[in-house]
């Protein structure tokens, strides 16, 4: 797909998800499908085309840490010193959630966060705000690394796919809990626990 192209199909992308539809497209990791983090609507049809849990939280993306407040108070300071060396990058920050948020989002008080170190991606986030994302595919499934890989999963259960290339890695993020201190380590990924403690210093323990 030349620049131009691109550029319409995020454009595309965009007035779909202002419309309530579910969209796909690359990020750092693996394809994601992705609502307008402010539509309960959406959010429930994203759990449906997915067959996801509806027990499972789904992960907001963000452009850039300016976007925070929209789903999540001030992050405290080792969240900060997280976000400052990683984002963008392949690290999920849980943290406390926006009471505004729609349920659906998550059974919980919390939400992870995430800026994904893709221009794909973020020009979409830039452009559309905030949105929540799980990966492209159907539950069980393996996750998808192209834009063919999810319309062979999802086929019409999405209603646009940025076809912006193959994903550059097919780890799914590091997630640290920064809900209390000391964070903690949810699941291993790109980022590792010694990167992790590093930064965090004392502040690290493993789920």
């Excluded at 797909?1 to 497209?25: H, K, P, W, Y």
């Excluded at 509806?54 to 992960?59: E, L, N, T, W």
């Excluded at 108070?73 to 690290?91: D, E, H, I």
């Amino acid at each position: 797909m030349n620049d131009a192209a691109l550029e319409q199909s995020i454009l595309t992308a965009c007035e779909v998800v202002r419309q309530g539809g579910l969209i796909a497209f690359p990020t750092d990791t693996v394809y994601g499908l992705a609502a307008r983090v402010d539509d309960e609507i959406a959010i429930g049809r994203l759990f449906t085309a997915k067959g996801r849990d509806s027990m499972k939280a789904i992960a907001v993306l963000l452009a850039d840490l300016v976007q925070l407040p929209l789903v999540a108070p001030p992050l405290n300071p080792v969240a900060q010193r997280l976000a400052q060396r990683f984002l963008p990058g392949a690290l999920t920050l849980v943290v406390p959630r926006n009471p505004d948020l729609p349920a659906a989002l998550s059974p919980y008080p919390t939400i992870g966060v995430r800026i994904p170190n893709h221009p794909v991606a973020l020009a979409i986030l830039q452009s559309c705000g905030p949105l929540a994302v799980t990966s492209a595919n159907l539950a069980g499934q393996a996750d998808c690394l192209t834009a063919e890989q999810v319309r062979q999963s999802l086929g019409a259960r999405v209603d646009w796919i940025v076809d912006g290339g193959a994903t550059p890695d097919a780890n799914p993020s590091t997630v640290v809990d920064c809900t209390r201190l000391p964070v903690t380590i949810l699941r291993a990924g790109p980022i590792s626990a010694a990167q992790i403690e590093e930064t965090a210093g004392e502040y690290t323990q493993h789920g």
